[in-house]
């Protein structure tokens, strides 16, 4: 056990919480539902689900829905006068994100604070999404028809037209999707999922990170993990966690491809129960150390004991849950003063699927197994009977019940409960499902009330939660473990993986790099995007702009046995990450060395948006695109019979080209990227991604450096993937779009750079403690020292933030960034690290560069290419020439200059006093900046030259 890992020891406390669930708009009315035990689920609207052209009541049918029953809030409006946040902000978001964004403040009041004035501003903000409202896939359809359409060249529409009338239809029918879908004129990003916790920080001016979780179901739990580790570790002074689910279109499809949905309602622990009904919910949970909630005097509303994270490993299949992953998140959410024989409740995540019941009961059963004495039972229950499946923020939804009714003194009676689930051995279980309201009164111990709550994702992601009732604030305040008197352990990088542009492994990414070669190129063939249409309303093709494609990747399915279809129609990103995933562990030896599998975890840092769900949304439109071109035809003079007969061609055509609904890994989902890890190498130490937008791969290195130090793992596979270079990427105002489609323009740096291009790529990172590492006689490939996040609500696009310093200036040898060859921002950065560098008494340049120019802008993984770069260079000791630098920009070449871009190779020519060589990455996502400091795993001899034999640094560090 790490030596720090009594940081997770620390208590936390709930100080907030706010709801807008189906059937309840508030906590009142949330209680109220479940003491009266009424139910939310119902029929969807139209505007949902139109029956006619997505529900067919026969199971098994592509692109339908069997079934029409979901939960959706009864208020699903934004009210401005309870939560206003600027304007602007307003106006640029998608609508599911305004509702988190009112769900937050609602918290933030019920912890009496002013939301638009939260103390302290040191606040994280982690919300369980994955995907937003209509506006985004809206905005995917509409753009992406055009690629969409050319599969009318398939059908036999050429018989009956001359060779002008084809291309008429072919505009028409983008025209008519066109025209009912109005494009977001905005930067498209606002509309990312990652807004619907960045809208919160920005609105409410907060300064900490923020990021979207997706662990699938587990989602908003896997947040409030993230948060309470970081507020235990003293990283963030609050957090801010919530949960937002939509119904709709996406999900009822997908889940009736899986067979997971019920056609009638959901009942947990029923007899009868045949699957999961799909509910909207938004739910928010204000959360502070004990230690800082009482002495700011805040509310207790409950508090956090524990929290226990895990994955199922191999598995059987992607919707297939597994016992023994559900019983060690359990096991390990107690320890030390948290017994799991105080337990009195347990919240379960019980989706009503016969499997998924009887699993989670099995699992509850062996980890209590000998806790309770043979007569004892506690009940159970799930809010799911009441609304349905809460999707990413069930588990939230499970917390916030599961306080109501320790509040209340109080356990609702379970609904829809005819006969108790026939598969389940009751008579052995610890537990019980209570038919009627049983009180739940303080123990005559004066121990707290104290439940545990489970979130089990698809694909096996696991979190059991224990909380204590606000009793238990005055056990615990005489025991508080301060977060900030403690030093944590340096992190030793141990493997690299990777699969970029022009470098499908990490020895041809070092060849890339120190050759200055230019790996971007056209687009491939079988990559072709459709037209776009500029603001002056003229077309445009991007697919002769160069870019970072990662061309002609082929993963060998013999290397773990993967069946040839399932790569065939999955998202090639999984893949890509399982390679780099392959290399890292092969760089390090545990493809071959025994290591510990249960406890080994898996974070992927990505934006949630790629090319497959840039195409799925063409797919789960396809019924609304036939309907529209069988009007296209008819108007052109068809009759009914003819143009259902090419509508249905051209639905074949298209599901041919993008058999995407035949995936069975769950690519729709960014946590597949984890999920592919974990069942392929049988890891059991929990998954998850995240999405702070280009910042993502150092939100994830900063949450797996959180992990092994709070001792949730003893190793992470920490990744970072991006593989999105659709229309969306071209158009958008990050990168250049058209303004930079020449591969001879300048890049970084440079005063006459216009931009950049997309990349695209897959990095994995390997990760164990310093002292495991040396322990285990580990090679060290670098040192992880410090990771720092920090926001300015105050700074839009383009712009730039630094965080705390990069440790001592003087020590810095290199310093990666992601400047993008947009000059203005660029010479910001420029100024912003000068001005850093006169202040803390710099006396030598510091070599700054980026990998933009080159590789393209890689987004949601750019800090993990940029980090892997840093790591070659220090081995290097030398510094490569900055890709695409011609004339610098002012600041560079002044006669002082602080800052020096490489023209050519150049070494690197002193380390530290100690023999040290350290460098810094910094990466940025509207005015959210991380900075990190690593450093070489060897010493510098009096030669000059490296060792990694030399000893390790003993000092405490940031980490």
């Not at 398939?154 to 025209?175: F, I, K, N, S, Y």
């Not at 004495?373 to 917390?399: C, F, Q, W, Y």
């Not at 406890?599 to 396809?622: A, M, P, S, Y």
Request: net charge negative; hydrophobic share 40%; aromatic share 6%.
């Amino acid at each position: 056990m790490s030596a720090n890992s009594t940081t997770r020891q620390i208590p936390l406390a709930i100080v907030g919480m706010a709801c807008r669930l189906p059937g309840a708009d508030n906590l009142d009315a949330f209680w109220s539902m479940l003491l009266e035990g009424r139910s939310a689920v119902g029929d969807l609207p139209a505007d949902r689900l139109d029956p006619d052209l997505y529900y067919d009541p026969n199971r098994g049918v592509t692109g339908k829905s069997y079934t029409r029953r979901g939960a959706l809030p009864a208020n699903r409006q934004f009210d401005p006068l309870r939560c206003p946040i600027s304007p602007s902000l307003v106006s640029k978001a998608d609508p599911t994100h305004l509702l988190m964004c009112q769900t937050a403040t609602e918290a933030l009041r019920h912890a009496d604070m002013d939301p638009l004035n939260p103390t302290p501003r040191n606040t994280g903000v982690y919300v369980g999404h994955t995907i937003g409202g209509g506006p985004r896939d809206d905005h995917d359809y509409a753009l992406g028809i055009d690629e969409t359409a050319e599969c009318l060249s398939r059908t036999a529409l050429h018989d009956p037209l001359d060779a002008q009338g084809r291309p008429m239809v072919r505009e028409d029918l983008v025209a008519s999707v066109r025209g009912r879908f109005s494009r977001h004129e905005e930067d498209d990003d606002d509309l990312s999922s990652r807004m619907a916790a960045g809208i919160i920080s920005k609105g409410l001016g907060l300064t900490g990170p923020f990021m979207a979780v997706n662990a699938a179901c587990a989602s908003s739990l896997q947040a409030l993990l993230l948060a309470c580790r970081a507020l235990q570790r003293g990283k963030i002074d609050m957090a801010i966690v919530g949960g937002a689910s939509v119904c709709g279109l996406q999900w009822m499809v997908l889940f009736s491809q899986a067979q997971s949905v019920s056609p009638t309602d959901s009942r947990p622990f029923d007899d009868r129960a045949d699957g999961l009904v799909v509910a909207e919910s938004y739910v928010a949970v204000v959360v502070k150390t004990l230690e800082r909630a009482l002495a700011d005097g805040d509310p207790i509303q409950a508090v956090i004991r524990g929290i226990g994270v895990s994955s199922d490993g191999r598995g059987r299949s992607l919707w297939a849950p597994r016992r023994e992953g559900q019983v060690e998140a359990i096991r390990r959410a107690y320890g030390q003063g948290v017994e799991p024989a105080d337990v009195q409740y347990i919240e379960a995540h019980a989706t009503g699927t016969a499997l998924g019941d009887a699993t989670e009961i099995a699992a509850i059963t062996e980890a209590f197994d000998g806790v309770f004495s043979p007569e004892r039972k506690i009940p159970i229950t799930s809010a799911k009977a009441n609304l349905g499946h809460a999707l990413e923020a069930a588990g939230l939804v499970g917390v916030v019940k599961t306080v109501l009714c320790m509040q209340n003194g109080l356990i609702p009676p379970a609904i829809n409960v005819e006969k108790l689930n026939a598969n389940i051995d009751w008579a052995a279980a610890p537990v019980y499902v209570p038919m009627a309201a049983v009180p739940w009164p303080a123990t005559a111990s004066g121990r707290p009330r104290r439940a545990g709550v489970n979130a089990f994702g698809v694909g096996g992601l696991n979190i059991h939660v224990v909380l204590d009732d606000r009793g238990e604030t005055t056990n615990s305040a005489p025991h508080v473990i301060r977060p900030r008197d403690r030093d944590d352990e340096a992190v030793a990088v141990i493997g690299l993986g990777c699969v970029l542009p022009g470098a499908p492994n990490v020895a041809e990414f070092r060849e890339l790099i120190f050759s200055g070669r230019d790996p971007k190129q056209p687009t491939p063939e079988n990559r072709r995007h459709g037209c776009l249409t500029s603001s002056d309303g003229s077309r445009w093709k991007p697919d002769t702009a160069p870019a970072g494609y990662v061309d002609a990747f082929e993963y060998d399915w013999k290397r773990h046995r993967i069946p040839p279809k399932q790569i065939e129609h999955a998202d090639p990103l999984q893949f890509m990450v399982l390679q780099a995933a392959d290399e890292a562990l092969h760089e390090s030896g545990y493809d071959q060395k025994p290591f510990n599998r249960r406890r080994t975890g898996v974070v992927v840092g990505t934006q949630f948006e790629g090319d497959f769900t840039f195409r799925l949304q063409q797919i789960l439109r396809l019924p609304h695109t036939c309907k529209l071109l069988r009007e296209v035809l008819q108007r052109r003079g068809f009759s009914a019979g003819q143009a259902d007969g090419l509508a249905a061609e051209f639905r074949d055509a298209v599901t041919a080209r993008w058999p995407l609904l035949s995936d069975e890994t769950g690519s729709f989902s960014a946590s597949s990227l984890a999920g592919r890890i974990i069942k392929t190498w049988d890891l059991m130490g929990g998954g998850a991604a995240l999405d702070s937008g280009a910042a993502s791969a150092a939100a994830a290195l900063d949450a797996a450096v959180d992990l092994l130090n709070s001792d949730d793992c003893d190793m992470v596979v920490c990744a970072a993937a991006q593989r999105n270079m659709t229309a969306t990427r071209y158009k958008s105002p990050r990168p250049a779009g058209p303004l930079a489609l020449d591969p001879t323009l300048p890049g970084p740096f440079d005063r006459n750079a216009l931009g950049c291009v997309p990349g695209e790529g897959a990095a994995v990172i390997l990760l164990k403690r310093l002292a495991d590492a040396r322990r285990d006689g580990d090679q060290v490939r670098a040192i992880l020292h410090q990771i720092d996040a920090v926001h300015d609500p105050g700074i839009a696009t383009g712009r730039i933030s630094l965080g705390p310093p990069f440790g001592r200036a003087d020590d810095l040898a290199f310093l990666m960034t992601d400047a993008a060859g947009l000059p203005h921002v660029d010479e910001r950065i420029v100024r912003t690290l000068s001005d850093w560098l006169s202040e803390n008494n710099r006396c030598r340049p510091l070599h700054v560069g980026s990998l933009v120019g080159q590789i393209g802008h890689t987004a949601g993984m750019s800090a993990a290419a940029s980090l892997l770069a840093t790591i070659l260079i220090l081995q290097q000791r030398t510094v490569p020439r900055t890709f695409g630098l011609r004339d610098p920009i002012s600041p560079l070449i002044c006669d002082h200059a602080l800052l020096r871009c490489a023209r050519e190779p150049e070494a690197i020519d002193r380390a530290t006093h100690d023999g040290r060589l350290s460098a810094g990455v910094l990466s940025q996502e509207k005015g959210l900046a991380y900075s990190i400091i690593v450093e070489q795993g060897g010493r510098v001899n009096q030669e000059g030259q490296f060792s990694d034999t030399a000893p390790f640094i003993t000092q405490k560090t940031c980490l």
